[in-house]
């Protein structure tokens, strides 16, 4: 008769865990969790204790009184795992975590150590603060980790990990931008918790020699001023959508790249004379002090927009545009921005394709084309940066195009003029 195999069973033990000492010197104590030669370590509420401390707790005549509670607690905590193991038929980690952590994880401390948890509180600050669009993005990034890994804890992010979940998103056929910003958002996360304590300076995965966020350097978005031509004397039937699309796509152009949303909240009060000062709505909700206004020059082009598609009404407070209400909220403000882009980017990217365009044209291409051809008729960074409302000119590096093929060409033919 053969014998059919035993199936391998999990074991659990809380442990000192001597990987990481502290700056008291003691360690922390975690459950320890074997399964067919794979170990996860948890955090559990429990002292942290020293190499001595330990080795009393495990000695017979135990005196000290605090120390023989954090044993007692110690046999309820492995107690506990045995009991979970019986009540899963096939154990994975996953399994394990959700059923034994349900009464493990309540308390003050373990939510701080959770990064789902911090990502949760993330996004209800953002929403608070009405930053809906950027609370969608960790929305997304925190679903995104939630399916690479059940359960999340800070000690648990390291460089490694990191490696791995990046190896992961790229699998899944995610481009480097998008590895790019939802790293991003766990680094943010990661530093909010290191500014806290929760994890020390020398457990952070990010950095030089650990782990590098990938920065993503999208080319060829910006438009030569042919093609820009090209668009711009394009006949759209008045009053349409594609008349309006392109019209709105032309004055974020002319007006320094100004964003969309942007467009939707200016006010009269920011027009004076032939000067429009904003403060961008992407930093206006930042803590950065003494941020700097964008001061957009009004010309001949973009007045004539502004004249055909503004409000009659041109009270201080008023929007200048009709496309928000007064007292928007800010989901409906990013449901009308977001509808707004979308027109522009199909009706502009139509035209472009009919004329023969050979790139995408969307209203981020118009941002880019403004610095690009700024820094292609000889201005300088420092001017376009602050005509971008940017604080850092690796930002406005990062918006510049390379060249045009003609210019490459003309460069590389000097290669070899040699002199008779």
Known sequence: MVKTPREPKPT?????????????????????????RERKYYSL?????????????????????????????IKSYESDA????????????????????????????????DVYHAFEEQVKKLEKQGSVSTASIYRTTLNS???????????????????????????????????????????????????????TVEEYPFGKNRYEVPAARNI????????????????????????????????S??????????????????????????????????????????VVILTDASRSILDKWANQHQAPDSYVFPILPPDVTPQRERELVQYLTRSINKYVGRIAIELGVDKPVTTYTARHSFSTVLKRSGAPIE???????HHDLRT???????????????????????KP
């Open 145 to 199: 980790l939630k399916s690479f890994k059940a359960r999340l804890r800070f000690e648990e992010i390291t460089p490694a990990l990191l490696e791995k979940y990046d190896d992961w998103l790229i699998e899944r056929n995610k481009s480097v931008t998008t590895v790019s910003i939802y790293l991003r958002n766990v680094r943010t996360i990661v530093n909010a918790a290191k500014t806290k304590g929760i994890i």
């Open 220 to 251: 060829k978005k910006a438009l030569t001023l042919a093609e820009i031509e090209k668009i711009y004397q394009y006949k759209t039937e008045v009053g349409s959508l594609p008349d309006r699309a392109k019209d709105f796509w032309f004055f």
């Open 383 to 389: 001017f376009i940066s602050e005509s971008l409302g």
């Open 45 to 73: 509420k429990l002292p942290d204790l020293t190499s001595i401390e330990w080795e009393k707790l495990n000695g017979e005549r135990l005196r000290d009184e605090r120390i023989r509670e954090v044993r007692d607690k």
């Open 396 to 418: 406005t590096e990062s918006y510049l195009d390379s060249f045009e093929d003609d210019v490459k060409r003309e460069y590389a033919l000097a290669l070899t003029k040699f």
């Open 12 to 36: 659990a033990a809380v442990v000192l865990d001597t990987r990481r000492q502290k700056q008291d010197g003691t360690y922390p104590l975690r459950l320890r969790v074997t399964f067919q």
């Open 82 to 113: 045995d009991t979970v193991f019986k009540d899963i038929p096939r154990f994975t980690f996953a399994r394990f975590e959700k059923l034994y952590f349900t009464d493990h994880t309540s308390d003050a401390k373990s939510k701080a150590e």
């Open 253 to 294: 152009y002319l007006c320094n790249g100004i964003n969309i949303k942007d467009i939707c909240r200016l006010r009269w009060k920011d027009i004076e004379g032939d000067r429009v000062t904003f403060i961008r709505a992407k930093t206006a909700r930042t803590k950065r002090r003494n941020q700097k206004a964008v």
